[in-house]
């Protein structure tokens, strides 16, 4: 069967702080943590006119997993952002600082950023937030999952591609975990006739070559017309 329609089935929720002057570059950031099934809260475009804004930021704040902020020269005159920080400081967060152009001030500043250099928004910088926080141990299994599950759903051939790529940057799949991959490999036509995605999981039948049913990597050959 193919993969349907455009939702995604997340378990991992992240918190983007950012000035409404970087609207641009927080959209890009959202758009890229979307590939890995993480659902990403932007105030500016996720709330409507009709919602009371101090709460339903409060309640964002509340529900998500991790918290960013996007640290450029914009964001410490806003006059949200820094209410933000020591909401999610409060709260216990994981917090995650992206840097652009400057450094974790105030109660964030011993927080480890990753730097986003000229705003360049990128698959690959996306996929290093993702890393970061999925060494964590409060997280990792969310994420995983997320990544996983944004596989399974993939809806194109591109789409399948990028997503069975995703897949590698997992350090240690499990049993379970391989077998919902594998099965989703041999059942969803945009992944099995997806060139590069019968790359990305030849290389991860490979590689965990003695946790995965044969029968199952079979299965996902034939599909792929390996055999």
């Not at 959202?30 to 475009?45: E, I, P, Q, S, Y």
């Not at 005159?77 to 967060?93: F, I, P």
Request: proline fraction near 3%; charge should be neutral; charged fraction near 25%.
């Amino acid at each position: 069967m193919s993969g349907q329609g455009e939702e995604i089935s997340t378990l991992f929720k992240v918190f983007l702080s950012y000035s409404s002057k970087d609207r641009v570059i927080a959209r890009k950031i959202k758009r890229g943590l979307n590939t890995f099934g993480v659902a990403t809260f932007l105030a500016h475009d996720d709330l409507t006119p009709t919602v009371e804004w101090e709460e339903e930021i409060l309640c964002a704040l509340r529900e998500c997993d991790a918290f960013l902020p996007i640290l450029t020269e914009n964001y410490p005159t806003s006059s949200w952002t820094d209410q933000e920080v020591g909401v999610a400081v409060g709260l216990k967060k994981v917090v995650l600082p992206i840097s652009v152009g400057i450094n974790p001030y105030g109660f964030i500043a011993r927080y480890q950023a990753i730097r986003l250099r000229d705003s360049d928004v990128t698959h690959d910088f996306c996929g290093l937030a993702v890393d970061a926080l999925m060494k964590n141990t409060r997280l990792g299994a969310q994420i995983r999952q997320g990544i996983i599950n944004s596989f399974v759903e993939s809806n194109s051939f591109t789409d399948a591609a990028e997503k069975a790529a995703n897949l590698l940057r997992i350090k240690h799949l499990d049993p379970d975990e391989l077998q919902i991959i594998l099965e989703a490999a041999s059942t969803n036509n945009q992944i099995y006739q997806s060139f590069r995605a019968q790359n990305s999981i030849a290389t991860i039948i490979s590689r965990y070559k003695s946790k995965i049913d044969p029968r199952l990597a079979r299965r996902f050959r034939v599909a792929a017309g390996f055999i």
